[in-house]
């Protein structure tokens, strides 16, 4: 592969205007933040700062443009205006200096520039930023998305209740100064399967009548919960030991310690970029850019078109040798189990689930959590039972646990094929025609057993006839093909066909599934 030297990246998906040089180390970076005189960012105005302060920003790093071998910038994903300002200018400066040009994914940008910084190898990522939120890993040749915002991103929540509560831009760093001083009150809490939803948190925020403090530092404690949360669940299926924090609002210390609370009791590393690599950087951009052109990804300007909508899912990670799918072990002995909520103890033909405490939450949130759990899960186990879909008998009930049969057999993710992917369809149309969404279906809680697909933990399971509940746990599990396994197209369409033989409103639901793949989350 060629060897490049000097790589010069420019970065302006939104408020941020950023240039850096990479070579094999950073070089120079230099950054000239949008700062709108009140409210939010507005896209044309940002586009027109970084039009105006572009030539300053570059000038401060290019030192010797001779040395310079590549250019770089951020392709998207972002905001339109901002991204053609940027791409214009890096599409000059490669015609002028005569070098390749690589199109960056801002997202990728942000986990490559993190593993660099940090030295972790091959992590869950957490990538929390004002747009985005998603969680992350790598698998044969691409960065797959095991879960993400169903609506708008951390950063933007944050941002728009600090609005509504006469706070400055950005919202983040003053609602973490003010939630040192408050205490939790209750606030919606929003977790479906691996992905997860702030709008409804916000509202709340908004419209609380508790003091400024206790409303932000409830905010942030259900928030980076939820954040937590679904990063461990993808910790626990993917059997990877490495965690990342990634994107601006990754600064956020509480966060931060949030995320090290839940490594250490998985045994897990923590990982988390200095302060300059946290936020949109032209770093980022320089570096992965490298990357790119030393793995031969180059793109010809007259194609160099943005992409306001680039998913991180749709990068050919060229530089990275393909990773296969690895079988996650608990690591307990064969008496026990553990997943991402709770441990399952085995003795003599039963199963005990019990919910184990976080430290990460805070106590109030996760009793209530863990009651309304167990409570939810044991009604619905028996709903679905009596709908014909095989579950567990359950034998007694405690606040935090479940006495029940045990299911012996391995779990789906060690046992798939068309044939059985087509049976979790099936059990999955009766349990949607019976009115149920189970709310985490993901291969681990699907048990082959018998023939037969059992299907376990119902913690996060509601009753619902809503075609977006029903789709959005189909979509919890096509994620879970993605990012787990290969041969991905036929399993889903074994899985359809299974689904569509046992509900009548399976194509309504498929159908409303590629909508929400398809939904963007640059918001």
Not at 31 to 39: A, T
Not at 238 to 267: F, I, P, T
Request: hydrophobic share 40%; aromatic share 6%.
């Amino acid at each position: 592969m060629p060897v490049f030297g000097q790589v010069l990246g420019i970065e302006g998906t939104a408020w941020n205007l950023s240039a850096a040089i990479f070579d094999t180390d950073l070089v120079a970076l230099a950054s000239r933040p949008y700062r709108p005189p009140q409210g939010g960012i507005h896209p044309r105005e940002a586009a027109q700062h970084h039009a105006a302060v572009m030539r300053e920003v570059i000038n401060s790093v290019l030192a010797d443009p001779r040395k310079i071998t590549g250019i770089a910038f951020s392709q998207g994903p972002g905001l339109g205006p901002c991204l053609r300002t940027v791409a214009t200018a890096a599409r000059s400066l490669a015609l002028a200096l005569d070098v390749p040009l690589a199109g960056v994914n801002h997202c990728v940008a942000h986990v490559e520039i993190g593993r660099f910084a940090t030295g972790c190898t091959d992590p869950i990522v957490l990538y929390a930023s004002g747009a985005n939120t998603q969680v992350i890993g790598y698998l044969n040749g691409r960065y797959r998305i095991f879960g993400e915002t169903l609506d708008i991103g951390i950063g933007n929540a944050l941002d728009k209740f600090a609005r509504s509560k006469g706070l400055p831009h950005p919202g983040g760093p003053v609602v973490e100064k003010l939630a040192v001083g408050g205490t939790y009150t209750e606030l919606p809490y929003t977790v479906k399967g691996m992905d997860l939803a702030f709008s409804g948190l916000m509202t709340a925020a908004k419209e609380s009548n508790a003091s400024l403090p206790d409303i932000c530092h409830s905010f942030q404690e259900t928030a980076f919960a939820m954040c937590v949360e679904v990063t461990e669940r993808a910790l626990s299926l993917s059997g990877k030991d490495e965690v990342l924090l990634v994107g601006g609002v990754g600064a956020n210390h509480r966060l931060q310690e949030m995320l090290r609370l839940m490594c250490e009791d998985r045994r897990a590393s923590f990982f988390v970029p200095e302060q300059k690599y946290l936020g949109d950087n032209g770093a980022m951009i320089a570096y992965t850019g490298r990357l790119m052109l030393e793995s031969g990804q180059s793109i010809p300007v007259e194609t160099s078109h943005i992409n306001p909508s680039f998913r991180s899912d749709q990068v050919d990670v060229t530089w990275k040798p393909p990773e296969r799918h690895r079988v996650p072990d608990s690591g307990l002995p064969a008496v026990s189990a553990r997943g991402a909520e709770a441990v399952v103890e085995f003795l003599n033909g039963k199963a005990v689930k019990r919910r184990v405490a976080k430290r990460y939450r805070a106590p109030a949130l996760d009793r209530r959590l863990i009651a309304e759990r167990t409570r939810a899960e044991a009604r619905l186990i028996a709903a679905a039972r009596r709908a014909g879909v095989p579950t567990p008998v359950i034998g007694d009930i405690t606040p935090d646990a479940i006495e029940m049969e045990q299911v012996s057999g391995p779990t789906l993710n060690r046992e798939l094929s068309e044939d059985t992917a087509r049976e979790a369809g099936r059990m999955t149309g009766k349990l949607h025609r019976a009115g149920i969404m189970h709310g985490d279906l993901t291969t681990g809680n699907i048990i082959f057993a018998g023939g037969r697909c059992v299907f376990i933990d119902f913690g996060l399971a509601q009753v619902t006839s809503e075609v977006e509940q029903q789709g959005v746990d189909i979509h919890v599990f096509f994620q879970t093909l993605e990012s787990t396994v290969l041969r991905v197209p036929e399993l889903r369409m074994a899985f359809i066909g299974g689904y569509r033989s046992e509900y009548e409103r399976a194509d309504e639901v498929i159908a409303r599934e590629h909508e929400i793949e398809l939904r963007g989350r640059y918001l």
